[in-house]
Each structure stands twice: as structure tokens, then as C-alpha cells.
């Protein structure tokens, strides 16, 4: 029997689906099958830990063993994952008795129903059948991929007339510097944003990439100290998304690492303005990761420990510990630290942290002005002054900074003599 395939978007919510078999196949088609809400049951002797970890957490049932006919009594589609030709025929069978939908994985010529080339965008879900080939129609699927990337912000625009749609706001993390390191959702809110407030350690290019429309609150800009600035910015918050407006507030690295997101979202809550956070990459792990510095490392380091240094250890307003820093064996990633930086390590060495711990500085990481200086606790302070390292910075105290011996991407090692490089 020929003809072409009827489209359809199966509510499974609540139904049963039956999966046979706990391989490969399996292991791929099972979580859209929750994420759409089935009652999933998996039929097979043996499962993949992924599988495995899904059944372990109740989140399917397993029937560890072959597949029997009555394993269809009650369910709405049935999903033969199996490379066995004759066991798939009889699970086939079995759903065509009772006129249960049934995809195979083995031959889609003989399954009553396929599954599509999916790709989804916030509400908008596209899914292509490619007439039989999948290759096509994963081809057919990634090209409209990139037109709704392209047009997201259009697509998604709310159909109601703004001011009178309730507004909200989203705290984004931007990421390290570079602006492919965004989060999807992140970038997919951002496309859909009305008001952009951004801060100064901001990917340019996102902004640039915003519509002509979208009103761009410079957040680094506000004409107060830090603490009438950040008051400032919670006003505008919360007005603008009392006015109806969408707004997003896009940070540096992740919102709530040193980011003032928390006192962000408790201002908006007091106004009853709903709110989305979207984590972000820190530059705390990225930064030494893209000067080929692991902050964990099997047999070196087992801890990593990451600290404001934007408040001198003297200052009375400190709330770090840094004594007690000292003594610690594993990794140490100071932030907003460059300023502080001589008086930091003076005070670790003088709580017994050896001179000679290997150290580096990582400026503006992950983009094209990447520098990476090498040095060691005791010289490191030096050294950034020679270099004439700027913030934003990431300094990495601890073995791992030798860990990978020079493998990956970094500036040119120094071994204490604060030589710095390009990458």
C-alpha cells in the first residue's frame, strides 16, 4: 500500500508508549517521548545506563525481558527500537491486530508511522519527513533551523498589543566573552527581548544582533555609584515590565556568580513581575579552560574554590576567609581580583600557601584579545604589572595550572618569569 504520510502532532500526555528494545535507537527516541508526557514502557532483556538511569529514577517502567503481544494492551503508539528483523515483525504484528501506530527503526517501509526530523524553539516545534530518507529530511530540518534563528524574534512576537500583555523579565548569562558561549535558550530569549539592559562585559556582537526596535538600557552606564546604579537598575527593570514590555538582562558570565542577579530577582518579585533565570557559562570554569588550565584534574586536584577579590583582605568589608583559603590543597579562581591582586597573595603567603604554587592570569578569556600569563604566587603580582594585564581578569592559584604541561590552548608558559602570549 503507497501514499503519502499523513502529518500529525500526537498528544501523549498521560498515554502509553511501549518501546522495544534498550539499545542505541532506544536511547535517543525515549526522552521526547517523556518530555511529551507518555507513560512510557520499556520492553528489553538489557538497557544502556542512560536508559538505565531514566528507569532507576522512575521515569519509565522496565520490563527487563522480551517482548509479549499483551504488552500493547492499552497504549496509543508502540516504538520498535530492535535490529532484529523477525522480532520487530512480531512486535509489528502485534500493533497491527490492535491498530496501534508503530514506528521501526529496522524498515520503515514496513512500520505504520515514522518519526520526523525535530527541532524545536521555545513553542515552536518543526518536525520533516523527507519521503523515506532521513538524511533529507535532517537536511530540510537544519535549514529551517536557521531561518527560525534567523527570524526567532518575529516569529515569536506576541500578538496582543504591547502594554497590554503582561510583562516579565529574564536574567541571561552571557557567558565569558565570547558570543557563541551563550546559552541557546539564553540567545532565543534575547531575540524575543523588548528591552535589552547590558552590562559592560557583554558579547558586542549579541548586541548587534538585536532588532532595530528593541530599546538597549547600558547598564554600565547609569549615573551613580554601585549602589544607586544597582537600584537604578532594578527601577528600570520593574517598570518596563509593568509597562507590558519583555525585558532581559543580560550579564557577564552567569547571572547569580558575582552578578547581583539575587538582588535583581528579590526587587522584582517585590513588585510581582514574573522572572526567568537562564544560567550562563562562568568565567570562573571557562576562563582557565580556554588557557588549557582544568580547574579539577584526576590525582592533582579534587576542589576548586572561586572568591571575590574585588574587596582588599584587610578591608573590614571582606567576607572571605583567607586564611583558611591558604590552607587548602585544590584549585583557587579569584574574580575581579587584578586591583587586589599584590595584596591577595601576600596574604595567602603569609598563611602559609608556598611561594612557588604555580599560578596564572587569564585576561578577557575566550575572545580575540585573549592573554594568558604563567607565573607563580609569590611573582604573579609583579608579573601582571610588567605584563600590564588589564581587567576583566581570572587569576588560577594551584597545580592544576601545570597540570595538562602545556597541552591546549594558552599563552606561552613562563615558569615563574611572568611571560605572557597570545590566544
Known amino acids: 500500500m503507497s501514499g503519502n504520510p499523513y502529518p500529525l502532532g500526537l498528544r501523549l500526555a498521560g498515554r502509553r508508549v511501549v518501546v522495544v528494545g534498550g539499545g542505541a535507537v532506544a536511547t535517543r527516541r525515549v526522552p521526547a517521548l517523556l518530555d511529551a508526557g507518555a507513560h512510557v514502557l520499556l520492553v528489553a532483556p538489557e538497557l544502556t ?26 497504549a496509543w503508539l508502540v516504538q520498535v527500537a530492535v535490529d532484529d528483523p523477525l522480532a520487530a515483525a512480531s512486535v509489528s504484528a502485534a500493533a497491527a491486530e490492535r491498530r496501534i501506530f508503530c ?10 508511522a515514522w518519526t520526523p526530523a525535530v527541532t524545536r524553539h521555545g513553542p515552536v516545534t518543526v518536525a520533516v519527513l523527507g519521503g523515506g530518507d532521513p538524511r533529507r529530511a535532517m537536511a530540510v530540518r537544519d535549514a529551517v533551523r536557521a531561518l527560525l534563528e534567523v527570524r526567532e524574534g518575529a516569529l515569536s512576537a506576541p500578538a496582543v498589543p504591547e502594554g497590554t500583555r503582561p510583562g516579565r523579565v529574564a536574567l541571561v548569562g552571557a557567558g565569558p566573552g565570547d558570543p557563541e558561549l551563550i546559552t541557546v535558550r539564553g540567545w532565543r530569549l534575547l531575540t524575543e527581548a523588548d528591552v535589552v539592559v547590558a552590562d559592560r562585559l557583554v558579547p558586542g556582537l549579541l548586541l548587534d544582533e538585536l532588532r532595530a526596535d528593541v530599546e538597549l ?37 552567569d547571572p547569580y556568580v558575582f552578578g547581583r542577579g539575587g538582588e535583581e530577582l528579590l526587587a522584582c518579585a517585590a513588585a510581582g513581575v514574573p522572572v526567568t533565570v537562564v544560567p550562563g557559562v562562568t568565567s570562573s570554569i571557562a576562563a582557565p579552560a580556554a588557557a588549557g588550565i582544568p580547574v579539577t584534574h584526576r590525582g592533582v586536584a579534587h576542589e576548586f574554590t572561586v572568591v571575590s577579590g574585588h574587596v582588599a583582605p584587610d578591608s573590614p568589608a571582606s ?30 603567603l603569609a598563611h602559609g600557601r608556598p611561594a612557588e604554587t604555580p599560578a596564572a592570569v587569564v585576561q578577557e578569556a575566550t575572545t580575540g584579545a585573549q592573554r594568558v600569563l604563567r607565573s607563580t604566587l609569590g611573582a604573579v603580582a609583579a608579573d601582571v604589572l610588567t605584563a600590564g594585564l588589564r581587567p576583566p581578569a581570572v587569576v588560577v592559584l594551584g597545580d592544576v595550572v601545570d597540570a595538562l604541561g602545556g597541552a591546549g590552548p594558552e599563552g606561552i608558559p613562563g615558569g615563574g618569569s611572568g611571560s605572557t602570549g597570545q590566544s
Do not use: C
Request: glycine residues 8%; without cysteine.
Open 103 to 112: 514506528v521501526r527503526a529496522d524498515d520503515r517501509a514496513a512500520a505504520t
Open 49 to 74: 545506563p542512560a536508559l538505565r538511569a531514566h528507569a532507576d529514577a522512575g521515569r519509565l517502567h522496565w520490563a527487563p525481558r522480551r517482548f509479549a503481544p499483551d504488552d500493547l494492551d492499552g
Open 319 to 348: 567576607l572571605v576567609r583567607w586564611d583558611a583559603l591558604a590552607g587548602l590543597r585544590g584549585t583557587l579562581v579569584v574574580l575581579m581580583g587584578l586591583k587586589n591582586l599584590a595584596a591577595i597573595t601576600a596574604t595567602l
Open 217 to 253: 538600557v547600558d547598564a554600565s552606564k547609569i549615573p551613580y555609584g554601585p549602589s544607586r546604579a544597582q537600584e537604578e537598575i532594578n527601577r528600570i527593570l520593574v517598570d518596563r515590565a509593568l509597562a507590558g514590555k519583555f525585558v532581559v538582562r543580560l550579564k557577564g558570565g
